[in-house]
């Protein structure tokens, strides 16, 4: 699945808060556009599956009712919004705020702009969306004649203090990113090879294992895809996995690093840059949910303003964590970072 980056008429991008104030002034217009992010192509009722222009409430906008089954249909039922109290023009601000911002916005920043009472209302707002930011269809990188894959593995936390040399908490996050090649003759040629970053996967791994990071790659990179990665053992098995594996012996050179594999550890830096300046950190029980978030702006960065319609769109049937398990001793697994 390409990303939607297409103008349309039905769907317009807001490029400024003037913009997104006149196109949802209201709770009507924000469910007239949620209705048609969800069905496009016309309302279909999820209980009998008859399509057509629904029964309308002029008090209740978030709610549908099929003329043949006489059955009432919320627009975020279904979505990472069902069940809420908030008003769906708070998830519309909330949703334009994180999307369109590119560094994002903290739990803190967003109850400070938008004003809910509690904290703990605001975190569960923005762990919601980024629920929506991952795809039910994910799709693999790679797999493009002559395309490369770059993967390696990083830890991901800050200094265990009190325990034993050699003990810590932090946690191992592989990484895998398509390289792509500029003209030299263009203006956006920064680096000297040309090589830039497309697409990112990033997810928690339990080890460095071959059965860890050989299914993290077999989930995320397609098969025959050439990749790129150091000579550690846990990598050792790719080319039976199907793949056109190159294993760069770095030895803790960062010249080889550099020549060999610069752009994943670029993202690695942009990641732990990111968390640290943004989110002043992360606990490991919600690593993967911001791991998503990242990917899910990185690989939107040329399409900022698409961002918005996006999360919108890929909300729709996915199930978002609940309050009790946001805060679970252990919450609930989220998917690793299949975004776009």
Known sequence: ??????????????????????????????????ERAR?????????????????????RPGVLCCRKCRRETRLTAGTVME???????????????VAS???????????????????????QILHKLMAGMVRPDQD????????????????????????????????LVAGAVEVRQRKRAGSLNKRKTGRYAGRVRLALVPDR??????????????????????????YAGLSKRGYDHVSIAERGDPQVAEEFMPIIHLVFSNLKTWLRGIHHGVSPQH????????????NRRFYPFNAFRSLLGIAGGVSAPTYAELYAAKSRTTTS????
């Open 1 to 34: 699945m390409a990303i939607d980056v297409l103008e349309r008429d039905d769907l317009p991008f807001p490029r400024s808060l003037l913009e997104f104030q006149r196109l949802f002034p209201d709770e009507a217009a924000c469910a007239a556009y949620l």
């Open 39 to 59: 069905w496009g192509d016309g309302f279909v009722c999820p209980h009998c599956g008859t399509t057509g222009e629904p029964y309308r409430y002029s008090a």
């Open 83 to 97: 069940r809420t109290h908030t008003p769906l023009s708070v998830w519309f601000w909330a949703a334009y705020l």
């Open 101 to 123: 911002q590119t560094p994002g916005m903290s739990a803190v920043q967003f109850q400070r702009q938008l004003g809910p009472s509690r904290y703990e209302t605001a975190f």
């Open 140 to 171: 693999r990188i790679g797999g493009k004649p002559g395309e490369v894959v770059e993967t390696d593995e990083t830890w991901v936390g800050g200094r265990t203090r009190g325990k034993w040399r050699g003990v810590h908490d932090m946690v």
């Open 209 to 234: 294992s071959a059965k860890s990071l050989g299914g993290f790659i077999e989930s995320t990179v397609a098969p025959g895809t050439r990749i790129i990665t150091d000579d550690w053992s846990g």
């Open 287 to 298: 690593l993967q949910a911001y791991l998503n978030e990242f990917t899910f702006r990185f």
């Open 337 to 340: 970072s299949g975004c776009l």
